[in-house]
């Protein structure tokens, strides 16, 4: 992989302003989804409005400096809702219209091109009503594009919001795709919400790599999109001809709040930013019988189950722990039909994010487990192998099922995060 400065674009080059610069490369791919006891923190202390930069996210940056990658060439798009300019045209409108640009074929992950549907629902292929562009799914039959689905394109383009969670699939989705294509490969590049400064959680053991964790990356990686698949192809464990077509305006100890940029929910239970803060630790619930907060006005931000009749124990428990940036407090919902507990109302421990530079979620995720566990082994049941798959290896269920164990291992994920921070620091775009 080589990164170049140079003075005018090419057909090889990016720009960013007056800073134009070449990210291509070619690898091997690798083998093998109450009161706060200090009432200044009774928020996520998110960072207020006031302080908003201007972040030009990748898509506009082509369209104004770059829109040679693309132009007199047969465009293929991977993108959903999220993909969009400032002002909320989408990515598929604005490269329809684009001069010179034909736009032959998108490209839908989960959830689907509107973001609407359920998780782990299968997508079809269809029609764009709007553009008569023919959508192919990369979430139904199969989950990498075949000859076929790519027979009609000159470029690959990405631009889909992610969240910085190894366990998200769009990520996998693109580097999938990347590797399956070969060729030009474009990433229009997108804020990671939770800040690009902060790794946290272990690394995924290749043995347990799935849709929900296809490389060796951290938990809560660091890395913006078009970084995590620089570092893929930098490292050798992608094979593609790859370009990023970078943001301008964007820091790496940005929260979302600061970019200016709006929100939209990146899928259907993600609906703020604390709830994707909290994502890292409360999705390993996926992988047990406790529910996650799907069906509830709240998800990831509440767990619960209909024999957690103590959650204002384990709640104590908890708070008394003095886990930095969260508190906990007892609660009970009634669960939307077609989810875990569906049509029932039942306890659960809701979160609330008090201070989100201090907050570590994956440690909060692990001690909830291990706090609900010990009180409830008859009851509890892990979903084998999802929560494996979810934590990236069978660490984190068999620390939770033994006393003083989870202590153990969060030192451990700790330093695997540093080094991965270390490590993979070379290939950050920002600063």
């Not at 630790?281 to 024999?307: I, L, Q, S, Y």
């Not at 692990?366 to 009180?375: C, E, F, G, S, W």
Request: hydrophobic share 40%; with cysteine.
């Amino acid at each position: 992989m080589s990164l170049i400065v140079s003075p005018r674009p090419s057909s090889e080059v990016l720009a960013v302003g007056r800073l134009i610069i070449l990210i291509a490369g070619v690898g091997c791919a690798a083998g093998g989804s109450s009161e706060d006891t200090t009432a200044a923190r009774a928020t996520s202390t998110a960072p207020a409005a006031a302080t908003a930069a201007d972040v030009v996210p990748g898509i506009e940056v082509l369209l104004s400096d770059s829109i040679h990658l693309v132009q007199g060439k047969r465009v293929g798009l991977i993108t959903n809702h999220s993909g969009r300019d400032r002002k909320g045209t989408s990515t598929i409108d604005l490269l329809h219209k684009a001069p010179g640009v034909k736009l032959t074929a998108l490209y839908a992950p989960e959830h689907g091109l509107r973001g609407v549907a359920r998780a782990g629902e299968r997508i079809p292929s269809s029609v764009d009503s709007a553009t008569n562009v023919p959508i192919r799914s990369l979430y139904g039959e199969t989950r990498v594009p075949n000859a076929q689905m790519l027979s009609d394109i000159d470029v690959l383009v990405y631009d889909i919001q992610d969240v910085g969670a190894r366990v998200y699939t769009y990520e996998w989705t693109m580097a999938l795709a990347a590797d399956a294509w070969k060729k030009k490969f474009i990433v229009l590049d997108r804020p990671n919400p939770i800040r690009g400064d902060i790794v946290e959680g272990g690394v995924l053991d290749p043995q347990y790599r799935s849709f929900v964790g296809q490389y060796p990356v951290a938990l809560r990686y660091g890395f913006t999109a078009g970084e995590l698949m620089k570092y893929l192809v930098g490292t050798g464990q992608v094979q593609s001809d790859l370009t990023v077509v970078p943001m301008k305006g964007w820091r790496r100890s940005m929260w979302w709040e600061e970019t200016g940029l709006p929100w939209a929910n990146p899928s259907p239970n993600l609906r703020d930013m604390d709830a994707t803060i909290l994502y890292t630790g409360t999705v390993f619930f996926e992988g047990t019988n406790a529910t996650e907060g799907r069906g509830t006005d709240k998800p990831f931000k509440m767990v619960g189950a209909k024999w957690l009749s103590d959650a204002g124990a384990i709640v104590q428990e908890l708070n008394a722990k003095g886990l930095p940036g969260v508190r906990f407090d007892s609660t009970s919902r009634t669960i939307e039909q077609g989810f875990k507990f569906g049509g029932e109302t039942i306890p659960m421990i809701e979160l609330t994010v008090t201070d989100r530079n201090a907050i570590k979620p994956v440690e909060v995720g692990a001690h909830m487990l291990r706090a609900i566990y010990k009180r409830h082994v008859k009851d509890w049941q892990w979903r084998t192998p999802q929560i494996d798959r979810l934590f990236g290896s069978d660490r984190l269920r068999r620390a939770v099922e033994r006393e003083g164990e989870i202590e153990e291992l969060l030192p451990t994920l700790a330093r695997e995060a540093a080094e991965f921070k270390q490590q993979s620091s070379k290939y950050w775009i920002y600063q």
